[in-house]
């Protein structure tokens, strides 16, 4: 069979990616340009700057691509560029070059979903994975336990209520003055400190999370002691929110009889939780290549290849939908 070359694009928050990716698995390019350093002036990503950045960006993070991956344009077959979920005018920088590239070169457009890219970037990462598993969705903006049917088919079993886990990390992490990306701060205190502080759960009927309860027990308690060991702090907040995302996918392995278990986005970086979804009974777990959790256009490549063999082409009327789900 002939070989696929696509190059995927990303550009819904924070970062500028660019990538060629051979059939669906192996990366031969995978460049990040990311904006944390400008963002972390505000204490989170301001949208409009991160769009003016992408359009700053986007051409050389395209043109670096194509000569790390050292292949012709022409050999290109497909340009799949995420579409949503994300910042609206971040989104229409990277649609709206892919848009413009797939035209010029004469190769279809494939309008991707973030989420199934963060999904894809286990396809990356291990070789032999297949579908059906289940997907533990932790990223900054989705919290979901997701039934992947095959690699286009999808059923969402829960989601968050409210705060995306990501988004708890983040907040809890300002709080405390620890900087933006607060998940990563988060990750390194905990390290050294001692899971001895009792933090609430939210406990919800069916697979759905809800992550504002311990959200704001972290906030109310630094507020009253601001001197709490921080250390602490972030353990014992890392510990409740793994004992959260563990037990609602042990309840979604119950109910549905199916133990591969692959966790995606941002937070399963996280040391503490990748090692706790470790210790699951029954269960094969797989997570990420650590920097294939966070955004990156390889995963996008990845799906995008998937949706290709799939047929699922879009045309260049595609719109930028900031709150596409699965
Ligand atoms: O998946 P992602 O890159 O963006 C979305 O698509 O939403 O996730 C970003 C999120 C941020 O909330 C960030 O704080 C979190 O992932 N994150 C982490 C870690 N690395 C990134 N959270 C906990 N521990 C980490 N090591």
Known sequence: MKDIYILGIESSCDETAASVVKNGRVVLSNVINTQIDIHKLYGGVVPEIASRNHIL??????????????????????????YGPGLVGALLVGLSYGKALSYALNVPLIGTNHIEGHIAANYITYQELKPPFLCVMMSGGNTQIIYIKDYTEFEVL????????????????????????????????????????????????????????????????????????????????????????????????????????????????????????????????????????TDNAAMIASAGYYDFVAGKISDLTLNAEPDLKL
């Not at 194509?66 to 340009?79: G, H, M, P, S």
């Not at 591969?260 to 937070?267: F, K, Q």
């Open 57 to 82: 960006n986007i051409s050389e993070v395209v043109k670096l691509a194509i000569k790390e991956a050292n292949i012709d344009l022409n050999k290109i077959d497909a340009v799949a560029c995420t």
């Open 158 to 293: 829960g989601r968050t209520k409210d705060d995306a886990v990501g988004e708890a990390f983040d907040k809890v992490a300002r709080i405390m003055e620890l900087g933006y990306p607060g998940g990563p701060k988060i990750d390194e205190l905990g390290k050294n400190g001692k899971p001895s502080i009792e933090l609430p759960k939210t406990h919800m009927e069916n697979l759905d999370f809800s992550f504002s309860g311990i959200k704001t027990a972290v906030i109310n308690l630094h507020h009253k002691n601001p001197n709490i060991n921080k250390e602490d702090l972030c353990k014992s907040f890392e510990k409740t929110v793994a004992e959260i995302l563990v037990e609602n996918t042990q309840k979604a392995i119950n109910k549905t009889g199916i133990n591969t278990i692959v966790l995606a986005g941002g937070v399963s970086a996280n040391s503490y939780i990748r090692n706790e979804f470790l210790k699951l009974n029954n269960a094969k777990v797989y997570m990420p290549d650590l920097k294939l959790c």
